[in-house]
């Protein structure tokens, strides 16, 4: 079946540092992918996304590109702030298997200190 | 502004209840979902919903059943809650249009306690 995996957190970074959180996927066809995250006591929302390979998927300064040959969709920002303490979860959607699959993985939590 | 509304922020359940969770949402999506998220594990899926009245098992729905009676509305049921039922419940919807490249929408979640 799909699987997503992320690095493992947390993370804690200093307020203007580069964030990178890692995600590699395995899936049966041909997935779009996507970056959610999840603000303290709130549900996940979507970041950005990509549908097809070296698409580049971007928003609020985060960027991530779909990149086939190495099934990866690395979450990144120049910059970081406090505001973007969350958890992040990276995911996919996939038709491959037959029927629409919706996976996600594990989540990584971002700390970010002034 | 597009809503999915988890019916409780908060509760507090005993051990051998039966528990309801509720979900609705307001943009006439066919696909719902339930997820339970805990630390260290992520979010893993008991049971998905693509239409009225149809459902399948998602990876843990063991102790658990669903309902949808209605499009807009997918209730999640512990038949007899137990504590390693103690979590955060995430409710999401899909649309089938495009299913592939959309966007899924969560509610706020519930975090249920059992005692």
């Known amino acids: 079946g799909d699987s997503v995996t992320q690095m493992e957190g947390p993370v804690t970074l200093s307020e203007e540092a580069f964030l990178t959180i890692n995600c590699t996927y395995t899936a049966t066809g041909y997935p779009s992918l996507f970056w959610y995250v999840q603000y303290p006591g709130e549900g996940l929302q979507l970041l950005l996304k990509?549908?097809?390979?070296?698409d580049k998927g971007s928003n609020k300064g985060f960027e991530a590109t779909y990149r086939k040959e190495t099934t990866s969709f690395h979450l990144e920002k120049g910059s970081v702030q406090v505001s973007d303490s969350a958890v992040y979860f990276c995911?996919?959607?996939?038709?491959?298997?037959?029927?629409?699959?919706?996976?996600f993985g594990k989540g990584t939590k971002l700390s970010v200190i002034p | 502004d597009v809503k999915v509304t988890q019916s409780s922020r908060y509760l507090v359940k005993r051990t051998g209840e039966k528990v309801f969770l509720e979900c609705v949402q307001d943009m006439d999506h066919e696909n719902m979902f339930w997820y339970r998220q805990d630390p260290g594990l992520g979010l893993r899926l008991i049971y998905f919903?693509?239409?009225?009245?149809?459902?399948e098992k998602g990876d843990i729905p063991e102790g658990y059943s669903v309902s949808r009676e209605k499009k807009e509305r997918f209730s999640l049921i512990l038949e007899s809650a137990s504590t390693n039922q103690t979590s955060m419940y995430l409710c999401a919807s899909k649309s089938e249009t495009g299913f592939l490249n959309t966007e899924a929408f969560f509610g706020q979640g519930t975090r249920l306690t059992v005692v």
């Open positions: 995911a996919l959607t996939d038709s491959g298997a037959g029927s629409y699959q919706l996976t």
């Open positions: 919903s693509y239409d009225v009245k149809m459902k």
């Open positions: 990509a549908t097809k390979a070296d």
